[in-house]
């Protein structure tokens, strides 16, 4: 009787990995990523979403404030940084003070964003009329919520 032990292909590491972005994912450092879901209960409710255009999106790209669009919805992801598992550079670098959509995507389909960042929710991203590019990364619901909030008048 042979062992089902020799039938088991040997564990990949990181080396195997051709893209340095998976890479710095399992070598950064961060806080424990379970942690986040008791932090985020402590952050502070907002009365109202903004509506927020790509130029007040890029003034939100440092570590101490970090806001990134998400399928048409900004986050402030400062507090999260430091609990993400492939640590706080690749976000700043990929998200941060921009539409996320795109790199979130290529990385993380199966999360729920909208659950995973409860609470930290600015407002709803309404791209520049010159802005052509970000509409490319959107589902045709979320153009259509966008272009509804754009469209609302200021009560």
């Not at 600015?122 to 754009?150: H, L, M």
Request: one cysteine or more.
């Amino acid at each position: 009787m042979s062992s089902w032990l020799g039938r088991i292909a040997p564990a990949t590491t990181t080396d195997n990995l051709s893209s340095s972005r998976l890479r710095a994912r399992w070598t950064a450092p961060s806080k424990a990523p379970l942690a986040w879901l008791g932090r985020r209960n402590e952050l502070p409710a907002r009365e109202t979403l903004l509506r927020i255009s790509r130029a007040q999106l890029r003034a939100h790209a440092r570590v101490d404030d970090a806001w990134t669009a998400i399928h048409g919805v900004v986050y402030d992801i400062t507090a999260y940084l430091a609990y993400h598992p492939g640590g706080d550079e690749i976000l700043l670098s990929e998200a941060a003070g921009k539409d996320g959509t795109a790199a979130f995507m290529s990385m993380h389909p199966w999360v729920n964003i909208s659950w995973l960042l409860r609470g930290c929710e600015v407002g709803v991203y309404v791209p520049d009329d010159d802005d052509d590019d970000d509409d490319k990364t959107y589902p045709d619901s979320v153009r259509d919520r966008t272009a509804q909030v754009a469209n609302r008048p200021d009560q």
